[in-house]
């Protein structure tokens, strides 16, 4: 009922920047929650940064500073400026969502396929 999809992942050089977006699409009545979740092989799926339907953002500690997340409510989308990147941000980048959708009983949790950030040295 309700979709995410990425854009945005690419190879960058250790420094440089990407931009990745999110848009979520379907029976959305509402949008709480709207973040973006990294994995690096071998490594646990870890938050980078969320933003609340208010205002309110939160960074892990490793991307405060570099990373900017954004919202754009009217369009269901969410974005990641990513700055000063380096080798350690490497990994697949994953949007999250916690929608109140049509015919569901609640707020429920939603994935993107994810999209592959890789910064060289």
């Known amino acids: 009922q309700v979709q995410l999809l990425e854009s945005g992942g690419n190879l960058v050089q250790a420094g440089g920047s990407l931009r990745l977006s999110c848009a979520a699409s379907g029976s959305i009545i509402t949008i709480n929650v709207m973040g973006w979740y990294r994995q690096a092989p071998g490594k646990q799926r870890e938050l980078v940064a969320s933003a609340i339907k208010g205002g309110s953002t939160n960074y892990a500690d490793s991307v405060k500073g570099r990373f900017t997340i954004s919202r754009d409510n009217a369009k269901n989308t969410v974005y990641l400026q990513m700055n000063s990147l380096k080798p350690e941000d490497t990994a697949v980048y994953y949007c999250?969502?916690?929608?109140?959708?049509?015919?569901?009983?609640?707020?429920?949790?939603?994935w993107g396929q994810g999209t592959q950030v890789t910064v060289s040295s």
């Open positions: 999250n969502a916690i929608v109140l959708a049509r015919g569901t009983l609640g707020v429920q949790g939603y």
